[in-house]
């Protein structure tokens, strides 16, 4: 059984920064790539950043690079997402996955992953 918990959100103001951890069990963390996903009220769940099993690839949505830095400590098994340079348009539920596949790249499709966590708010103010 495989369990991802983030933690790190909260209430930051515009031009703040955050630092979204998700921590992985249950499986060879380090076989797998990871994902960042978020979701807005009334709007679907998209794809925000993703880091290739080994961590020398990363892929970001264009709303957020070069504000976001995606990256992974495989001996803690755990991902962070550092969120600098916040909007209010960041405002959302974030989501760690886990994929599909082992040793891929990193996807941008959330059909790509099986596993996700609860989520963890993250609110920016204006």
């Known amino acids: 059984q495989v369990q991802l918990v983030e933690s790190g959100g909260g209430l930051v103001q515009a031009g703040g920064s955050l630092r979204l951890s998700c921590a992985a069990s249950?499986?060879?963390?380090?076989?797998?790539?990871m994902g960042w996903f978020r979701q807005a009220p009334g709007k679907e769940r998209e794809f925000v950043a993703s880091i290739s099993w080994t961590g020398g690839m990363t892929y970001y949505a264009d709303s957020v690079k070069g504000r976001f830095t995606i990256s992974r400590d495989n001996a803690k098994n755990t991902v962070y997402l550092q969120m600098n340079s916040l909007k209010p348009e960041d405002t959302a539920v974030y989501y760690c996955a886990l994929p599909y596949s082992t040793y891929d790249y990193g996807g941008i499709s959330a059909a790509e992953y099986r596993y996700w966590g609860q989520g963890t708010q993250v609110t920016v103010s204006s």
């Open positions: 249950g499986r060879t963390f380090s076989s797998y790539s």
